[in-house]
């Protein structure tokens, strides 16, 4: 195995760019080389998403052109790692040519002995799940980041079954890693230099290792390192803790953002949606949100279209938008996806059309709404943590305040991994653009605005 060079390349959420990163890990401890383009690998590895059929259609077109590098360079192996394992091995082994090898997200260990197969002229599967994998033991090794920011996995599948959603199929059942393995992590990453973690799974909040909930973890996570930050995604709304809202309101670390996917904003929608909270339990939750942390950013997941859904209920999802007045949402037209409880039991019977238009007014809106909150933080000082130059120009840099907004300021003798504080000066619907005043620290900056409260 040793010698050969290996390129991963991912799609989909956060936990397959953390997975991709165990992935790393496992071939460089057989002594494989990393390489930066699939021209120049031996080994290819695809970590794909099924999320949307959009997701899977991008992944299909890549195979396809990864058989032309594969036809000029016939020794070079393909594999699909992650979500789209399972439900296509079948298919994907039979379309000649494609692809070699077939990894489930809970299987990685495997891939030597897999790769091997490969060597010896066989096309080698693996899409077994697994009650216990968490790859507790694996240190990922971070090979594409910014040395600033770090993601890492605290639990791995999904026990929930939201009708809509195929994660629990590809990615099995809930477990969670244990919390000693996680900080030890987390310290290593502070060791290094990193200046911001983001816990991940599925359902944080059902985090449990023995006694250790989640509050507990992210307790002591932000106790690692002061100057860290800390964020986490996603939580559910429906057992959300009050304990850790107090939490997040007490530590400078741990950042005022919190990621709280509705989905929908009638009752109807989300009992079809297996979603176990009604419209006033969700609206409820937002509000001790922000009356617990006053300066709280709120993020989302909407699904247009989905079965049986009516104008009225499109116009719930919108007005519960209204309401809450998120800084951010991720808005999606629904996609069907085989074995979800959806496919089984109920028609996608919203047309296309009607889909593509509900989900457009919920982007225009959502748009106002953003550009409205970002224009009301001109004059708002805040505390950015330094992630590089900006994408527009090497004279500036840019970074995130701890309410996840972009900022960007000249470059002065800043530099990725500083925190500083900014005056906010102008704002689009995306970014916001601020004057520095100065480099600062977590405990200084809110040491001092503790005291004078
Ligand atoms: N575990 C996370 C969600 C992971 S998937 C959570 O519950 O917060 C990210 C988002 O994709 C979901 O929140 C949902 O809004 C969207 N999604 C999932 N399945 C979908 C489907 N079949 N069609 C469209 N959007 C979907
Ligand atoms: Fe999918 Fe629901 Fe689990 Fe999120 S909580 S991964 S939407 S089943
Ligand atoms: Fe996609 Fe799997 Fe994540 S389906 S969104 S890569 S959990």
Known sequence: MTDKKFYIETYGCQMNFADSEIVNSILLEEGMKPVHEAEEADVV??????????AETKVWNRLKELRSIKKENGELTVGVLGCMAERIKDKIIEQEHLVDIVVGPDAYRDIPRLLEEVDDGRKAVNVLLSLEETYADIAPVRTTGNGVNAFVSIMRGCDNMCAFCVVPFTRGRERSRPMESILREIKELSDQGYKEVTLLGQNVNSYLDGENTFTKLMDEAS???????FRFSSPHPKDFPDDLLHLIAERPNLCNYIHIPAQAGSDTMLERMRRPYTREQYLDLVEKMKSIIPRVSLSTDIIAGFCDETEEEHQ?????MKEVEYDLAYMFAYSERERTLAHRKFEDNVPEDVKKKRLSEIITQQMEIQARRNQNEIGNRHVVLVEGTSKRSDEQMSGRTDTNKMVVFDRKDFKPGDYVEVEITGATSATLLARPIGKTT???YYGAEVAAA
Do not use: G, H
Not at 223 to 229: N, T
């Open 223 to 229: 106790k690692v390192d002061p100057e860290m930050r």
């Open 442 to 444: 977590l405990q200084d």
């Open 45 to 54: 590895l695809v970590n794909t998403c099924s999320i949307r059929e959009n």
């Open 316 to 320: 719930q999802t919108m007005s519960l």
